[in-house]
């Protein structure tokens, strides 16, 4: 033990290219132990701040597709929480590996506003 903690830091640096789900193994081997230790760390790509405006004809519905791309290493499942009234979209988009997807943002007024 070191000073008489229980704990020892073991600093890990990790640089990333793409956004996505990395895991790693570190094995640690002394001459009366062997540890494992699985490590998964997951990467997001930097937030854009983003608006749309809908215009459109009173109780006449527009959709806009919104791209999202998939430049990981992995498939993405996207579960789409909508707020507000009169927006509609489907609920599960998968974008593959490499691709892009468009996900239909539907607003369909039910009034004048």
């Known amino acids: 033990l070191l000073g008489g903690s229980d704990t020892v830091e073991f600093p890990i640096k ?14 640690l081997k002394s001459s009366c132990d062997i540890r494992v230790y699985e490590i998964e760390c997951v990467v997001n790509a930097e937030q854009a701040d983003a608006q749309l405006e809908f215009r459109t004809p009173a109780y006449q519905m527009v959709t806009q597709e919104i791209p999202i791309s998939n430049m990981s290493s992995q498939d993405w499942r ?10 509609y979209g489907p609920p599960v988009i998968n974008v593959r590996v490499g691709e892009t997807a468009q996900y239909p943002l539907t607003f369909k007024p039910v009034a004048e506003c």
């Open 14 to 27: 990790f640089t990333p290219k793409y956004a996505g789900c990395y895991h790693c193994q570190i094995i």
């Open 78 to 87: 996207f579960e789409a929480i909508l707020e507000g009234q009169c927006f």
